[in-house]
């Protein structure tokens, strides 16, 4: 069982910048492949980015490639989002998402592969 808990949403002016952080509970955080989704109001839940178990391989949603990064720290049992350049389109509830990966270059972009998720936190992002 892991237990995610995501902070550092808030409200931030266009152009902006964001960390978000998700802090998993138990002790092999290091087995399980991690992921941001977010979804907006009326729409559906949409993948941001994921990455792999040792932090070596990751992969980001067209939407946002060159504009938010994925990284872990193991040792901390925590996974990041670095957002920079905001846009409103960005707003959303951000959640954390984990899943046991087998195999160390695994990472995941469906939601459905994903089988523990954090609560969410909230990003606004004003115009």
């Known amino acids: 069982q892991v237990q995610l808990v995501e902070s550092g949403g808030g409200l931030v002016q266009a152009g902006g910048s964001l960390r978000l952080s998700c802090a998993a509970s138990?002790?092999?955080?290091?087995?399980?492949?991690m992921g941001w989704f977010r979804q907006a109001p009326g729409k559906e839940r949409e993948f941001v980015a994921a990455i792999n178990r040792s932090g070596s391989k990751t992969s980001n949603a067209d939407s946002v490639k060159g504009r938010f990064t994925i990284s872990r720290d193991n040792a901390k049992n925590t996974v990041y989002l670095q957002m920079n350049s905001l846009k409103p389109e960005d707003t959303a509830v951000y959640y954390c998402?984990?899943?046991?990966?087998?195999?160390?270059?695994?990472?995941?972009?469906?939601?459905?592969?994903?089988?523990?998720w954090g609560q969410g936190t909230q990003v606004t992002v004003s115009s």
């Open positions: 998402a984990a899943t046991y990966a087998y195999y160390t270059s695994n990472y995941y972009e469906n939601s459905k592969d994903y089988a523990y």
């Open positions: 138990g002790r092999t955080f290091s087995s399980y492949a």
